[in-house]
C-alpha cells in the first residue's frame, strides 16, 4: 500500500511562486495517475492537475492553466510548481493516487490514496 506526503507549501504575497512536492513510500506510483486536489475553507475540494504515470500526459484545472505546471520527478515523486499566485489559490493541497483511477480523472471519488495535505496562504 502507497503513503502520500506533501510538502512546500507556505505562506506568500500574490504574484509569488511555491513548488509543492508529494512523495510516495511503501512503493512507487507505478503505472498509477497522480493527481493534485485542494480544498479552501468552507468549500469542496476541487481538481488542480493530473499527471500520467509515464509522466507524459498531464490535465489542469482552467483556473490553474498556464499558472500551474504538474510533472513526475521520478517514479516516487511528483511536482506542482505554482506560479503567479492570487489569493484564491489559497487552500490545503493534497495529492493522490490510484491504481484503478480513469484515466487523468478529475474527480476526487476516483483516488483511493490520498495525503495529508499542505497549506498554500496567498496574502494580496
Known amino acids: 500500500q502507497v503513503q502520500l506526503r506533501e510538502s512546500g507549501g507556505g505562506s506568500v504575497q500574490v504574484g509569488d511562486a511555491l513548488r509543492l512536492s508529494c512523495v510516495a513510500s511503501g512503493r512507487t506510483f507505478g503505472r498509477s495517475d497522480i493527481v493534485w486536489f485542494r480544498q479552501a475553507p468552507g468549500k469542496e475540494r476541487e481538481f488542480v492537475a493530473a499527471?500520467?504515470?509515464?509522466?507524459?500526459?498531464t490535465r489542469y484545472a482552467d483556473s490553474v492553466k498556464d499558472r500551474f505546471t504538474i510533472s513526475k520527478d521520478s517514479a516516487n515523486t511528483v511536482s506542482l510548481q505554482m506560479n503567479s499566485l492570487k489569493p484564491e489559490d489559497t487552500a490545503v493541497y493534497y495529492c493522490?493516487?490510484?491504481?484503478?483511477?480513469?484515466?487523468?480523472?478529475?474527480?476526487?471519488?476516483?483516488?483511493?490514496?490520498w495525503g495529508r495535505g499542505t497549506q498554500v496562504t496567498v496574502s494580496s
Open positions: 499527471v500520467s504515470w509515464s509522466g507524459g500526459s
Open positions: 493522490a493516487t490510484d491504481p484503478d483511477s480513469t484515466y487523468l480523472s478529475r474527480r476526487s471519488e476516483h483516488y483511493d490514496y
